[in-house]
């Protein structure tokens, strides 16, 4: 069992920067691809970004592409999301997730989940 919890959510304006944390309650932490996904009020859940368990392969959804920048640091088995020119369309929770196995931008394909934080963008 991994317990995930995000923080560094908040209220920001269009254009400004916020990082996501996630920190994992695992002696493993490096060995799970970890990922991130934000959902919207009355939208489906969305892939954001994941990196693999060594770091060395990076993916994105293309909403965020160019604008975020997704990272882990195993020695202190966290990963980061860092936003950067934020838009009003990317408020959501968002949600880190963990598996085992390579990157991927599927949410049923990871198996353990935070209980997300609140990003709000205002215009």
């Keep these: ?21 996630c920190a994992a309650s695992t002696r493993t932490f490096s060995t799970y691809t970890m990922g991130w996904f934000r ?20 993916l994105y959804g293309d909403s965020v ?17 860092q936003m950067n020119s934020l838009k009003p369309e990317d408020t959501a929770v968002y949600y880190c997730a963990a598996r085992h196995g390579a990157a991927r931008s599927v949410g049923y394909e990871y198996n353990f989940w935070g209980q997300g934080t609140q990003v709000t963008v205002s215009s």
């Design 65 to 81: 592409k160019g604008r975020f920048t997704i990272s882990r640091d195993n020695a202190k088995s966290a990963a980061y999301l």
């Design 39 to 58: 959902q919207a009020p009355g939208k489906e859940r969305e892939f954001v970004a994941a990196i693999s368990s060594g770091g060395g392969i990076l």
């Design 1 to 21: 069992q991994v317990l995930l919890v995000e923080s560094g959510g908040g209220l920001v304006q269009a254009g400004g920067s916020l990082r996501l944390s």
